[in-house]
């Protein structure tokens, strides 16, 4: 790759995210050459806050479509490149460095750089939830949003890499009654809930905890002759989880089962198989799938949001619970050791490896071989 000046344009739509703005703005307003910020009918002091960053401020009128408006701000910039954030995303301190390497080192060869996105943080800071998202691209391109709702930035050609710089999403509103008024609204004007549309349809219902309805609807997308890989993966794995709360175990084993049609099998998918297992004392086939798990963490997930503990530290104290039930400690005891690798600080596993020290050390080795 080579030196080049490139610049960046951050393109942003708000309204009335007057509590995470400046925070979201702190974490990359010097990294940027130019902020652009488009308000889409703010009644508190968001575009007061703005205006302390940018005087590219602009105001558009909301019309129930998320991509008509970053559509607006992406026409609005000038520099060689566009990177785009919500207001509730921030960049940590390790990922501003990413980036101003990544600008440093960029060649304007590349059209298009996808990133994380974390999603949500447990009690010890670790990662469970992240996905993947197209957030960098040349402007020249021109490339566009479609989708008024969970809208999508559209490469139907360029060259893409994948960068290591992780946007951290730390939402503070709900905006599930926002989400269902514009959802409706697009369905009942297009006539038919089909494609995409029928996705986000299903996700709505499986947020609400509408599960009867979800899995339907998930049922209905997966028959389609055709659509989005990882849509449809996604679609087996939820559809597993309404299942799971129905109280119909066959068809959330099935479900998950389905999944491998659409690829190679995915961690997270194989983990959920495992604990299908798992909660059944059935110690040997769980094994067997959270070791498949563990094969697969190589395989990347794509863009859908995955549970990232899948591929990191859950395997690992799944597996140490099942070998410690067929008795082999050794084997347990490793998994447990690698578990807290990720998770040092951990108090249960730092028990179960107390307990399985003191095991170990009490029983003849012919009863503790590794797997």
């Not at 269902?180 to 697009?186: D, E, K, P, S, V």
């Not at 119909?248 to 491998?260: A, H, I, M, V, Y």
């Not at 798990?293 to 794509?302: C, I, N, T, V």
Request: with cysteine; charged share 30%.
């Amino acid at each position: 790759m080579t030196e080049h000046p490139m610049t960046i344009s951050l393109c942003m739509i708000v309204k009335n995210e007057e509590q995470t703005l400046a925070r979201c703005l702190d974490s990359v307003a010097d990294l940027m050459d130019e902020i652009i910020i488009v308000d889409t009918g703010s009644t508190d002091q968001t575009k007061t806050i703005a205006a302390r960053y940018t005087d590219r401020l602009y105001t558009f009128e909301w019309r129930d479509d998320f991509a008509a408006a970053r559509n607006e701000s992406f026409d609005k910039a000038t520099c060689s490149y566009i990177m785009w954030l919500d207001a509730d995303d921030v960049l940590l301190e390790p990922d501003r460095e990413r980036l101003r390497a990544l600008k440093r080192r960029l060649s304007m060869d590349i059209d298009a750089v996808v990133m994380p996105l974390h999603l949500a943080e447990g009690e010890q800071g670790e990662l469970l939830f992240t996905s993947r998202r197209i957030r960098l691209v040349k402007r020249e391109r021109q490339y566009r949003w479609e989708g008024r709702l969970h809208e999508d930035l559209v490469i139907p050609q360029g060259q893409i890499v994948h960068s290591d710089v992780a946007v951290t999403h730390r939402r503070m509103q709900d905006h599930t009654l926002r989400n269902q008024r514009i959802l409706a609204r697009w369905i009942s004007e297009s006539g038919k809930l089909e494609g995409r549309l029928l996705y986000l349809h299903a996700n709505e219902c499986f947020d609400r905890k509408e599960y009867a309805e979800a899995a339907e609807a998930f049922s209905h997308l997966l028959e389609e002759p055709s659509g989005y890989r990882e849509d449809r993966i996604t679609a087996c794995a939820r559809s597993a989880e309404c299942y799971l709360h129905l109280g119909k175990p066959e068809q959330q084993l099935d479900s998950l089962l389905r999944s491998f049609r659409y690829g190679v099998p995915q961690s997270d998918l194989c983990c959920m198989i495992g604990d299908w297992f798992f909660t059944r004392n059935e110690w040997t086939t769980a094994a067997y799938w959270y070791e498949k798990a563990l094969e697969q963490q190589h395989h990347l997930p794509g863009m859908r949001p995955v549970p990232l503990p899948c591929y990191s530290w859950l395997p690992h104290v799944r597996l140490s619970y099942c070998y410690a039930h067929v008795g082999q400690l050794d084997a347990s005891y490793e998994h447990n050791q690698t578990a807290l690798r990720y998770l040092p600080d951990d108090p249960h596993l730092l028990d179960n490896a107390r307990k399985l020290r003191e095991a170990i050390s009490n029983s003849p080795p012919s009863t503790r071989s590794s797997k």
